[in-house]
């Protein structure tokens, strides 16, 4: 009879939950698709900011990230210096924030722009225009609508 190791349990064990544990992650990742409209690409984004970690660390951000442009993921990019952009002075009031408003204020066959306003946590308002753009070339991104532009945020000041 054959005797297995202990650890070669351990070790399959351990595979088995990283491949369950990757592929639960990837389906709450909402991917891009030409039926996304551009207003939801952005509610998408800010959604999963409102809740940065969760279900795991910087979710939110990662969520935010496929739905980039890929242009845009070239100057901001790889994932891990985009992380660290967000969570600058920059950006970090888009974490965890407690609520959004967006308005469409420039539209085009291929380009929307909104202005977007934020309460963050701190009960600070921020607006900041947000631009996205429909992708045009061919491959699986071929006529979805991705960020392009957002701009740093304008302080509006305190709730209180």
Known sequence: MLKIQPDI???FFV????????????AEIKKPNPDIKPKE???????ALMKNDTPSKD???????????PNNQRVTGPIERFKNMIKTDSYSMLLNHENYEIVEVYKSKGISTFEVTIMDKDKKYYKFKWQVEKYELDGFLKNC?????????MP?????
Do not use: D, K
């Open 15 to 26: 595979f088995i939950f990283l491949i369950f544990s990757t592929s639960e992650l990837n």
């Open 156 to 160: 509006m000041g305190s709730s209180i």
């Open 59 to 69: 979710h939110g951000i990662i969520q935010t990230w496929f739905f980039a442009h």
């Open 41 to 47: 690409v952005i509610e998408i984004q800010l959604n």
């Open 145 to 153: 609508w991705l960020t392009t532009a957002v701009s740093q945020p």
């Open 9 to 11: 349990y351990r070790i």
